[in-house]
């Protein structure tokens, strides 16, 4: 059986996925999201150009994140390559293809940033600026969805896996289904989506579990269930 990966290319894959996690939470939930308040365009406006400086730092972090998502997706298709060929670049084309999707949805946020601090006059720049940031919210589920379809793949490699622990494959199993789930909602019921929101625990505890595995203990060798 080949070599499957070295621990040097499982740990650069560990760190680029802490990157991704970190830099993905603090964006959505510490510096983006407490600034939007849904259905009041005017109170949104006013709490982005209060916090300039913190809106700016999302677009940049979520930058860093799609750049290490593309990263890490060639280091996971070195790493499970030998152990699956097919099930290793589908996993990873579809999460390039996520990182394609998200990087063009921060054309969203900065088309709202820009309408935010233009200095001339233009009426219902709030309205606009609101609407982009929705169009973001948007592309950034249609992207997960994409996400989702990697983590399905991903979880079949694991389950897979003789030297994996199998409770991360499931993780990664149920994680896949949230991702899509979420991105339906968003475009046939958005007013679901609060109430759906609690189970994307279940995905940060897989990615983070699969993230510390990568860093800690990824085993040298991955050989295939017959």
Do not use: K
């Amino acid at each position: 059986m080949p070599q499957s990966h070295t621990p040097r290319q499982a740990q650069g894959a560990g760190l680029l996925y802490l990157v991704i996690i970190i830099a993905g939470l603090s964006s959505e939930l510490l510096l983006r999201g407490p600034l939007i308040v849904q259905a009041d365009a005017v109170q949104t406006a006013s709490n982005i150009q209060a916090h300039l400086s913190g809106f700016r730092l999302s677009l940049l972090l979520d930058l860093v994140m799609i750049l290490s998502d593309v990263a890490l997706a060639c280091l996971l298709y070195l790493i499970f390559a030998p152990l699956s060929p097919v099930l290793a670049i589908l996993m990873s084309a579809f999460r390039m293809v996520q990182a394609a999707v998200l990087g063009a949805n921060l054309f969203n946020q900065t088309m709202a940033l820009n309408l935010l601090t233009f200095e001339g006059d233009l009426p219902g720049r709030e309205a606009l600026a609101m609407a982009s940031l929705q169009l973001q919210a948007q592309g950034y589920d249609l992207g997960l969805a994409l996400f989702g379809l990697s983590c399905g793949f991903l979880a079949l490699i694991l389950l897979r896996g003789q030297a994996l622990p199998r409770w991360i494959g499931w993780l990664m199993a149920g994680a896949a289904p949230i991702y899509i789930t979420g991105a339906i909602l968003r475009i046939i019921a958005p007013d679901l989506m609060s109430v759906f929101e609690p189970a994307y625990i279940v995905p940060v505890v897989a990615e983070l579990s699969f993230c510390l595995w990568l860093l800690i203990a990824a085993p040298r060798r991955l050989t295939p269930r017959p």
